[in-house]
Protein backbone atom coordinates (compact mmCIF):
# COMPACT_ATOMS: atom_id res chain seq x y z
CA UNK A 1 0.00 0.00 0.00
CA UNK A 2 0.40 3.17 -0.52
CA UNK A 3 1.94 6.34 1.68
CA UNK A 4 2.51 10.00 2.07
CA UNK A 5 4.88 11.61 4.38
CA UNK A 6 4.67 15.40 4.65
CA UNK A 7 7.49 16.85 6.50
CA UNK A 8 6.64 19.87 9.07
CA UNK A 9 3.10 19.86 10.13
CA UNK A 10 3.68 23.78 10.08
CA UNK A 11 5.93 26.43 7.77
CA UNK A 12 6.32 29.88 8.38
CA UNK A 13 8.05 31.67 5.53
CA UNK A 14 8.54 35.74 5.07
CA UNK A 15 6.67 37.73 2.00
CA UNK A 16 9.02 37.00 -0.96
CA UNK A 17 11.03 34.24 0.33
CA UNK A 18 11.55 31.18 -1.20
CA UNK A 19 8.52 28.42 0.15
CA UNK A 20 9.24 24.29 -0.04
CA UNK A 21 7.27 22.37 1.18
CA UNK A 22 8.53 18.65 1.42
CA UNK A 23 6.37 15.57 0.47
CA UNK A 24 8.26 11.88 0.10
CA UNK A 25 5.90 8.75 -0.41
CA UNK A 26 6.24 4.90 -0.98
CA UNK A 27 4.49 3.33 -3.76
CA UNK A 28 4.51 -0.20 -5.39
CA UNK A 29 4.27 0.95 -9.18
CA UNK A 30 4.76 4.04 -10.77
CA UNK A 31 3.18 6.64 -8.85
CA UNK A 32 0.80 9.89 -9.60
CA UNK A 33 1.68 12.81 -7.64
CA UNK A 34 -1.03 15.49 -6.71
CA UNK A 35 -0.66 18.47 -4.36
CA UNK A 36 -3.69 20.27 -3.04
CA UNK A 37 -4.09 23.59 -1.38
CA UNK A 38 -7.13 24.20 1.01
CA UNK A 39 -7.93 28.01 1.86
CA UNK A 40 -9.68 28.39 4.99
CA UNK A 41 -13.93 26.69 5.29
CA UNK A 42 -12.80 25.52 1.73
CA UNK A 43 -12.35 22.22 -0.12
CA UNK A 44 -9.00 21.09 -1.57
CA UNK A 45 -8.36 22.23 -5.15
CA UNK A 46 -5.46 20.71 -7.27
CA UNK A 47 -2.39 22.71 -7.43
CA UNK A 48 -0.83 20.29 -9.75
CA UNK A 49 0.11 16.79 -10.43
CA UNK A 50 2.46 14.34 -12.08
CA UNK A 51 1.74 11.32 -14.01
CA UNK A 52 4.18 10.42 -16.34
CA UNK A 53 7.11 12.29 -18.76
CA UNK A 54 8.72 15.92 -17.44
CA UNK A 55 9.58 15.43 -14.12
CA UNK A 56 9.30 19.12 -13.09
CA UNK A 57 5.70 20.24 -12.70
CA UNK A 58 4.42 23.55 -13.01
CA UNK A 59 0.83 24.33 -11.53
CA UNK A 60 -1.00 27.34 -10.64
CA UNK A 61 0.00 30.37 -8.75
CA UNK A 62 3.40 30.26 -9.55
CA UNK A 63 3.73 26.64 -7.63
CA UNK A 64 6.23 23.58 -8.73
CA UNK A 65 7.20 20.37 -7.90
CA UNK A 66 9.46 17.89 -9.08
CA UNK A 67 9.26 14.16 -9.22
CA UNK A 68 12.35 12.61 -8.26
CA UNK A 69 12.52 8.94 -8.32
CA UNK A 70 15.59 8.21 -6.29
CA UNK A 71 14.79 10.20 -3.55
CA UNK A 72 11.11 9.39 -3.42
CA UNK A 73 10.26 13.09 -3.27
CA UNK A 74 7.35 15.61 -4.78
CA UNK A 75 8.52 18.82 -3.29
CA UNK A 76 6.62 21.62 -3.62
CA UNK A 77 8.39 25.00 -4.02
CA UNK A 78 7.38 28.86 -5.11
CA UNK A 79 10.48 31.42 -5.68
CA UNK A 80 8.70 34.18 -3.91
CA UNK A 81 5.83 33.98 -1.12
CA UNK A 82 2.91 35.98 -1.24
CA UNK A 83 0.61 36.46 1.68
CA UNK A 84 -2.12 35.01 -0.32
CA UNK A 85 -0.37 31.59 -0.37
CA UNK A 86 -1.49 30.96 3.48
CA UNK A 87 -3.51 28.27 3.17
CA UNK A 88 -2.87 24.20 4.32
CA UNK A 89 -1.16 22.03 1.39
CA UNK A 90 -1.65 18.21 1.07
CA UNK A 91 0.26 15.95 -0.92
CA UNK A 92 -1.29 12.71 -2.21
CA UNK A 93 -0.44 9.43 -3.94
CA UNK A 94 -1.92 7.27 -6.37
CA UNK A 95 -1.04 3.70 -7.21
CA UNK A 96 -2.72 4.57 -10.98
CA UNK A 97 -1.57 1.56 -12.53
CA UNK A 98 -1.78 -0.92 -9.48
CA UNK A 99 -5.42 -2.11 -10.60
CA UNK A 100 -8.48 -2.75 -7.92
CA UNK A 101 -5.80 -0.43 -5.31
CA UNK A 102 -5.71 2.92 -7.56
CA UNK A 103 -7.07 5.09 -5.17
CA UNK A 104 -5.69 8.12 -3.62
CA UNK A 105 -3.81 8.32 -0.45
CA UNK A 106 -2.90 12.03 1.30
CA UNK A 107 -0.40 13.11 3.72
CA UNK A 108 -1.32 14.83 7.08
CA UNK A 109 -0.78 18.37 5.43
CA UNK A 110 1.34 21.19 5.83
CA UNK A 111 0.03 24.48 6.97
CA UNK A 112 2.16 27.40 5.40
CA UNK A 113 2.08 30.92 7.00
CA UNK A 114 3.31 33.94 5.54
CA UNK A 115 4.64 36.45 7.95
CA UNK A 116 4.51 40.06 6.35
CA UNK B 1 -20.99 24.02 -14.03
CA UNK B 2 -21.30 23.67 -10.31
CA UNK B 3 -18.88 20.86 -10.07
CA UNK B 4 -19.53 19.03 -6.58
CA UNK B 5 -22.07 20.37 -4.27
CA UNK B 6 -22.69 19.23 -0.63
CA UNK B 7 -25.41 19.56 1.56
CA UNK B 8 -26.09 20.64 4.37
CA UNK B 9 -23.23 23.28 5.37
CA UNK B 10 -23.39 22.54 8.76
CA UNK B 11 -25.29 20.69 11.02
CA UNK B 12 -25.69 20.03 14.63
CA UNK B 13 -26.61 16.58 15.41
CA UNK B 14 -27.59 14.95 18.91
CA UNK B 15 -26.07 11.64 19.46
CA UNK B 16 -27.93 8.51 18.01
CA UNK B 17 -29.26 10.47 15.42
CA UNK B 18 -29.76 9.39 12.22
CA UNK B 19 -28.39 11.59 9.46
CA UNK B 20 -28.04 11.96 5.83
CA UNK B 21 -25.02 13.82 4.19
CA UNK B 22 -25.88 14.50 0.04
CA UNK B 23 -23.42 15.13 -2.21
CA UNK B 24 -24.22 16.02 -5.82
CA UNK B 25 -21.95 16.14 -8.85
CA UNK B 26 -22.70 17.10 -12.78
CA UNK B 27 -19.13 15.94 -14.32
CA UNK B 28 -20.39 12.34 -15.52
CA UNK B 29 -17.47 11.20 -13.01
CA UNK B 30 -17.46 7.49 -12.57
CA UNK B 31 -15.54 7.52 -9.46
CA UNK B 32 -16.79 9.60 -6.01
CA UNK B 33 -15.28 9.54 -2.86
CA UNK B 34 -16.01 10.70 0.98
CA UNK B 35 -13.45 11.74 3.51
CA UNK B 36 -13.44 12.92 7.08
CA UNK B 37 -10.89 15.62 8.13
CA UNK B 38 -9.67 15.76 11.59
CA UNK B 39 -7.02 18.42 13.23
CA UNK B 40 -4.10 16.34 12.73
CA UNK B 41 -5.04 13.71 10.59
CA UNK B 42 -5.31 15.04 7.15
CA UNK B 43 -8.08 13.10 5.25
CA UNK B 44 -9.53 9.60 5.84
CA UNK B 45 -11.43 7.97 3.10
CA UNK B 46 -14.30 6.23 4.39
CA UNK B 47 -15.96 5.04 1.76
CA UNK B 48 -15.75 5.33 -1.85
CA UNK B 49 -17.51 4.17 -5.72
CA UNK B 50 -15.43 3.25 -8.74
CA UNK B 51 -18.74 3.39 -10.67
CA UNK B 52 -22.82 3.70 -10.59
CA UNK B 53 -23.99 0.50 -8.42
CA UNK B 54 -20.60 -0.54 -6.98
CA UNK B 55 -19.15 0.68 -3.10
CA UNK B 56 -16.46 0.13 -1.39
CA UNK B 57 -14.72 0.26 2.34
CA UNK B 58 -12.36 3.02 3.19
CA UNK B 59 -9.88 3.31 5.55
CA UNK B 60 -12.33 4.49 8.17
CA UNK B 61 -15.80 2.93 7.53
CA UNK B 62 -17.29 1.64 10.58
CA UNK B 63 -20.42 3.81 11.54
CA UNK B 64 -21.09 4.92 7.54
CA UNK B 65 -22.83 3.63 4.86
CA UNK B 66 -23.04 5.00 1.31
CA UNK B 67 -25.30 4.21 -1.85
CA UNK B 68 -24.45 5.40 -5.47
CA UNK B 69 -27.95 4.75 -7.23
CA UNK B 70 -26.76 6.61 -10.38
CA UNK B 71 -23.89 8.23 -11.41
CA UNK B 72 -24.82 11.91 -9.90
CA UNK B 73 -25.08 11.29 -6.06
CA UNK B 74 -23.46 9.51 -3.41
CA UNK B 75 -24.90 9.79 0.31
CA UNK B 76 -23.53 9.56 3.22
CA UNK B 77 -25.04 8.07 5.96
CA UNK B 78 -24.86 7.78 9.42
CA UNK B 79 -27.26 5.43 11.25
CA UNK B 80 -26.96 6.23 14.37
CA UNK B 81 -24.25 8.80 15.17
CA UNK B 82 -21.61 9.24 17.93
CA UNK B 83 -19.65 12.21 19.18
CA UNK B 84 -16.75 11.52 17.60
CA UNK B 85 -18.28 11.01 14.20
CA UNK B 86 -17.73 15.40 14.69
CA UNK B 87 -15.92 16.59 11.73
CA UNK B 88 -15.51 18.09 8.36
CA UNK B 89 -16.44 15.80 5.55
CA UNK B 90 -15.60 16.16 1.74
CA UNK B 91 -17.11 14.35 -0.71
CA UNK B 92 -14.87 14.38 -4.21
CA UNK B 93 -15.12 12.90 -7.22
CA UNK B 94 -12.86 12.01 -10.54
CA UNK B 95 -12.87 10.73 -13.76
CA UNK B 96 -11.42 6.88 -12.34
CA UNK B 97 -10.02 5.86 -9.69
CA UNK B 98 -6.77 6.47 -9.15
CA UNK B 99 -7.34 10.56 -11.17
CA UNK B 100 -7.23 13.68 -9.68
CA UNK B 101 -10.50 14.79 -7.42
CA UNK B 102 -12.37 17.58 -7.35
CA UNK B 103 -14.07 18.47 -4.05
CA UNK B 104 -16.92 19.98 -2.76
CA UNK B 105 -16.59 22.70 -0.03
CA UNK B 106 -17.71 20.73 2.75
CA UNK B 107 -20.01 20.05 5.56
CA UNK B 108 -19.28 20.48 8.88
CA UNK B 109 -21.17 18.19 11.51
CA UNK B 110 -20.95 18.45 15.16
CA UNK B 111 -22.61 15.82 17.16
CA UNK B 112 -23.38 16.48 20.71
Known amino acids: AQSVTQLGSHVSVSEGALVLLRCNYS??????LFWYVQYPNQGLQLLLK??????LVKGINGFEAEFKKSETSFHLTKPSAHMSDAAEYFC??????????????FGTGTRLTIIP | IAGITQAPTSQILAAGRRMTLRCTQD?????MYWYRQDLGLGLRLIHY???????GKGEVPDGYSVSRANTDDFPLTLASAVPSQTSVYFC???????????FGPGTRLTVL
Open chain 2, 92 to 102: ASSVGPGDTQY
Open chain 1, 27 to 32: SSVPPY
Open chain 1, 50 to 55: YTTGAT
Open chain 1, 92 to 105: AVSDYWNFGNEKLT
Open chain 2, 27 to 31: MRHNA
Open chain 2, 49 to 55: SNTAGTT
